[in-house]
């Protein structure tokens, strides 16, 4: 199928009711729970990025930077935390994916978004966004927050040989984590979940 073609009927999909949670809980952790406490309920925008190169359609990820916290070097997609003098939490995603992976606000066009998803560790909703941009970017990701891009096709996301399955330790508890094996890098978590909506969702299409 074309690519202009199958943007379309995403966009036409992206309107209709989406698959919700059923299909990020395909992707969850097992024992994923609220976390106990009182700590404010923070909004934050992502941005799955699609694009052409080598006649496939590709998403951008990024391995985040070692820091202090919850989420250090993990793979999520470009995003980040509502500020207050953003117009939306789709500027948000979209500011974001420049800060991080230097891709122009301008340069992508917002086809829909997908069903919110809350992080119960750190007590954040994720609204995530879908755009597309007409060639590949030309990335320049932020050092500070960025160790490198993961560019990585539609058709190796959506491949089963590529979904799986690890035990981890985390606080304490053993749980069982489904991922998407990327080779040396895991994406795993909500970002997984949120992915695993997206991918639904392109199914229904290429079906």
Known sequence: MEMNQWISLLERELAAP????????????????????????????????????????????????????????????????YEKGDR???????????????????????????TPLHIPVSNINVFPFVA?????????????????????????????VNHKVKIMNISGSTIEVPYFDMGKDHIWGATAMILSEFLEIARKIIC
């Open 88 to 114: 939306s939490l789709q500027y948000t995603a979209l500011r974001e994916t420049l800060e991080e992976t230097g891709v122009p606000v301008d340069a992508a066009r917002i086809l829909g978004r997908l």
């Open 132 to 160: 597309v941009c007409q060639e590949r970017p030309d990335f320049s990701p932020d050092p500070l927050e960025v160790q490198y891009l993961i560019e990585t096709s539609l058709d190796k996301l959506m491949d089963p």
């Open 18 to 81: 989406l698959p919700g949670l059923q299909a990020q809980l395909i992707m969850s952790p097992s024992g994923r729970r609220p976390v106990p406490g009182d700590t404010p309920l923070k909004n934050s925008g992502v941005l799955i990025l699609l694009f052409p190169y080598r006649k496939l359609l590709h998403l951008v990820f990024i391995k985040r930077a070692e820091y202090e916290g919850i989420h250090s070097g993990q793979v999520s997609f470009p995003g980040g935390m």
